[in-house]
């Protein structure tokens, strides 16, 4: 399974656009990136996951370099909600290696 | 979206008795389920997988004889923690995903044990 690193934390202030990159140097030709965030006393949710380039949905957007060594999750715009913790996992349910790992995360603060 | 649900949210227990908690999915099946331990300002620590049908797999340092895995059916796995202790007491989590090319986990709320 592909070991990953992130900032422990980071501070925003509400409005800014947040980026939280996570490396995975060892990720495999087939593993998928996933991101996941995480409330307190909650199960973490699904925020988005991708493959290659950049993906975006209703609520993020996902930077993958060619190289596919790290990821960026970007957040714009944020409010205090978004205060939370962001774990990012790699791997690849198809081949079995699902991404059930999770490493440390980032904790974001964001303040008024 | 694929909805995982997880009773009971919260349960406090005497030490040395059993508690059970029970991971649903709601709208998909679910052949596998995971199960997830994470203590206060630390990440997920993934306990074992459970698998419909046949016996659970657990990762290193997890007692099976204590975390007792039951996946019956398709959409609903258990895990029982036998003579629960005080360093029990934690924060335990189901998942499951869909089949699906790369379906992502989806994760029930979450049960906060308190052995006393």
Same mark, same amino acid.
Request: proline share 5%; net charge positive; with cysteine.
């Given at each position: 399974?592909?070991?990953?690193?992130?900032?422990?934390?980071?501070?925003?202030?509400?409005?800014?656009?947040?980026?939280i990159?996570?490396?995975?140097?060892?990720?495999?030709?087939?593993?998928?990136?996933?991101w996941?965030?995480?409330?307190?006393?909650?199960?973490?949710?699904?925020?988005?996951?991708?493959?290659?380039?950049?993906?975006?949905?209703?609520?993020a957007?996902l930077?993958?370099?060619?190289?596919?060594?790290?990821?960026t999750l970007s957040?714009?715009?944020?409010?205090?909600?978004?205060?939370?913790?962001?774990?990012?996992?790699?791997?690849?349910?198809?081949?079995?290696?699902?991404?059930?790992?999770?490493?440390?995360?980032?904790?974001?603060?964001?303040?008024? | 979206?694929?909805?995982?649900?997880?009773?009971?949210?919260?349960?406090?227990?005497?030490?040395?008795?059993?508690?059970?908690?029970?991971?649903?999915?709601?709208?998909?099946?679910?052949?596998?389920?995971?199960?997830?331990?994470?203590?206060?300002?630390?990440?997920?620590?993934?306990?074992?997988?459970?698998?419909?049908?046949?016996?659970?797999?657990?990762?290193?340092?997890? #007692?099976?004889?204590? $975390?007792? /895995?039951?996946? !019956?059916?398709? @959409?609903?796995?258990?895990?029982?923690?036998?003579?629960?202790?005080? #360093?029990?007491?934690? $924060?335990? /989590?189901?998942? !499951?995903?869909? @089949?699906?090319?790369?379906?992502?986990?989806?994760?029930?709320?979450?049960?906060?044990?308190?052995?006393?």
């Amino acid at each position: 399974l592909a070991k990953t690193t992130q900032p422990i934390s980071m501070d925003s202030y509400e409005g800014q656009e947040v980026n939280i990159t996570c490396s995975h140097n060892n990720i495999a030709t087939n593993d998928y990136i996933t991101w996941y965030q995480q409330f307190p006393s909650q199960g973490p949710r699904f925020i988005i996951q991708g493959y290659k380039t950049k993906v975006t949905n209703e609520v993020a957007s996902l930077f993958i370099p060619a190289d596919r060594k790290s990821s960026t999750l970007s957040l714009p715009r944020v409010s205090l909600s978004d205060t939370a913790v962001y774990y990012c996992l790699v791997g690849d349910r198809a081949s079995g290696n699902t991404p059930l790992v999770f490493g440390k995360g980032t904790r974001l603060s964001v303040i008024a | 979206g694929a909805v995982v649900s997880q009773h009971p949210s919260r349960v406090i227990c005497k030490s040395g008795t059993s508690v059970k908690i029970e991971c649903r999915s709601l709208d998909f099946q679910a052949t596998t389920m995971f199960w997830y331990r994470q203590f206060p300002k630390q990440s997920l620590m993934l306990m074992a997988t459970s698998n419909e049908g046949s016996k659970a797999t657990y990762e290193q340092g997890v #007692e099976k004889d204590k $975390f007792l /895995i039951n996946h !019956a059916s398709l @959409t609903l796995s258990t895990l029982t923690v036998t003579s629960a202790h005080p #360093e029990d007491s934690s $924060f335990y /989590i189901c998942s !499951a995903a869909p @089949t699906g090319w790369n379906s992502p986990l989806h994760f029930g709320n979450g049960t906060r044990l308190t052995v006393t």
